[in-house]
């Protein structure tokens, strides 16, 4: 996004917009290695080399919050030289390449994934301390009958981990289908607490993060979060510290 030189010096905190003009008049800025003396020249500070006083200048990194609905098929780790396809090549802005995601969604599995370069924020939601609620609907090859689902709330332990829902309720629409809330993230829970249940999982696919839903986003598509989205999402980490 282009904006003016001066104001670009002025964000960088190299002076105040009235001083960076005169400081770009006086000839002691380089864009791209060469002197500009306009204060009204464009500039991008995403690919535009500003340098004042030979010192080039870095604006602050803007945070970014963005939902995607990963489809089945994508990895969800920033680089994976086993992956077909990693979630966050889905991702089609400037900053995609500083995002990381909240948590996980294995390749099988599908919904919602938050990502950000605000690293406080990413790190509050995936940590099991701040009891960020994760909904998912699963469907299953086989019923769950209540003994099954009372397991699940208890907790089942598997491979030395405990695993627990802390929501399963079933589904009015659909034969077999679930939905289950965790509070955290164990890798291939919900797989594994419905295996040792003697089901197996036919599709898994993440609904919300707290109180952040997936709506009507299309699979493969993104968006930036709201304002009053990452506020009520922050505002589940203060709670639930």
């Keep these: 996004m282009s904006e003016y030189l ?27 290695g ?7 020249f464009l500039v991008d500070g995403s690919r535009d080399k500003v340098a004042l006083n030979g010192a080039e200048l870095k604006a602050p990194q803007e945070n970014v919050y963005i939902m995607l609905n990963k489809p089945v ?3 969800t780790s920033h680089s994976d030289k086993h992956a077909d ?9 400037l900053e995609a390449q500083r995002l990381v995601p909240a948590g996980r969604l294995d390749r099988d599995s599908e919904g919602l994934l938050i990502f950000s370069n605000d690293g406080n924020f990413i790190q509050q939601l995936a ?12 469907l299953a090859d086989k019923a769950l009958d209540a003994a099954a689902q009372r397991r699940m709330l208890n907790g089942i332990k598997d491979d030395n981990e405990l695993l627990r829902a802390l929501k399963v309720s079933a589904c009015s629409s659909e034969d077999n289908c679930y939905i289950i809330v965790l509070n955290e993230g164990r890798k291939r829970q919900i797989r594994r607490m419905l295996r040792a249940c003697g089901a197996a999982t036919l599709r898994l696919q993440r609904i919300s993060v707290g109180s952040v839903r997936l709506g009507d986003l ?4 993104w968006r930036h979060l709201t304002e009053e989205e990452v506020n009520s999402l922050r505002e589940c980490c203060r709670q639930g510290q």
């Design 127 to 138: 940590h099991p301390r701040y009891n960020v609620c994760k909904e998912y609907r699963v």
């Design 6 to 32: 001066a104001k670009f010096i002025a964000r960088c905190g190299a002076a105040a917009r009235r001083k960076a003009a005169d400081l770009v008049k006086s000839g002691k800025v380089l864009v791209n």
């Design 34 to 40: 060469r002197v500009v003396i306009d204060p009204a």
């Design 73 to 75: 098929g994508y990895t």
């Design 85 to 93: 396809h990693l979630a966050v090549e889905l991702i089609d802005c």
């Design 218 to 221: 299309p699979a493969g598509k």
